[in-house]
């Protein structure tokens, strides 16, 4: 059954420590996405990768935040330094297509102290 | 239904009747819209999908009807069970790599 890994599930940190996070799309999908989900904001697209290249990190804090697809099977986004307010479940999810459905990880629930 | 804010919409069903979910959406462009079921602890899982081309399309208990006039789009599911407690994104694809989402509706299935 294919789906998407995130690795780690929860992530709990103290401020100013790096977070990296990790996502193994499925298997033949060309499309990576991360998202953030909040309660006040809910799901917000942080950056966009096709064929590994970054397409759109318009979403992301660029002085902090960094997206990256090291191979066609792991993509990573870090945060350094972390914040309080990064707190939020990141979400990847992975697709076969532009304007084709997104299959979503379970996330990575993290916290920053 | 579905809204922009902090507010997110609730429905509470009772085991066994038909369960209504709407959304406006917002671009007139967008040629894509899909519904999300996201459980606690979980992330969002695909229900159904549907392209403008259509106005109607259905899945196992779900049926998804879009109404581009008004631009609204709704999800039905048919003999709610309390597995399908979850909230519910619509989310719409403007003809481009994007995808934007609601902010969710909570529905709560009454044993």
Redesign the interface.
């Known amino acids: 059954d294919a789906r998407v890994t995130q690795t780690p599930r929860h992530k709990v940190t103290e401020m100013g420590q790096e977070v990296t996070m990790r996502c193994q799309p499925i298997l033949g999908h060309n499309t990576v996405f991360w998202y953030r989900q909040t309660m006040m904001q809910g799901l917000e697209l942080l950056a966009y990768f096709r064929n590994r290249a970054p397409l759109d990190d318009s979403g992301m804090p660029k002085d902090r935040f960094s997206a990256e697809m090291p191979d066609a099977t792991l993509a990573t986004l870090k945060i350094q330094p972390s914040e309080p307010r990064d707190s939020a479940v990141y979400f990847c999810a992975s697709g076969s297509g532009e304007g084709e459905k997104l299959f979503f990880g379970s996330g990575t629930q993290l916290s920053v102290l | 239904g579905e809204s922009v804010g ?1 507010h997110l919409p609730t429905l509470s069903v009772q085991e066994g009747d038909n369960s209504i979910i709407n959304c406006a959406y917002s671009n007139s462009a967008s ?2 819209f ?1 519904w ?1 079921k996201q459980e606690s ?6 229900i159904i ?1 549907i392209r403008s081309n259509m106005d109607k399309r259905q899945g196992q208990r779900v049926t998804v009807l879009l109404n581009k006039t008004v631009k609204h789009l709704s999800l039905q599911i048919a003999a709610t069970q309390p597995g399908d407690s979850a909230v519910y ?1 619509c989310a719409e ?1 403007p ?5 934007s ?4 509706t909570t529905v709560t299935v009454r044993a």
């Open positions: 902090l040629d894509y899909i999300y602890g979980k992330g969002p899982q695909f999908d994104f694809n003809n481009d790599y994007k995808l989402f609601g902010a969710g």
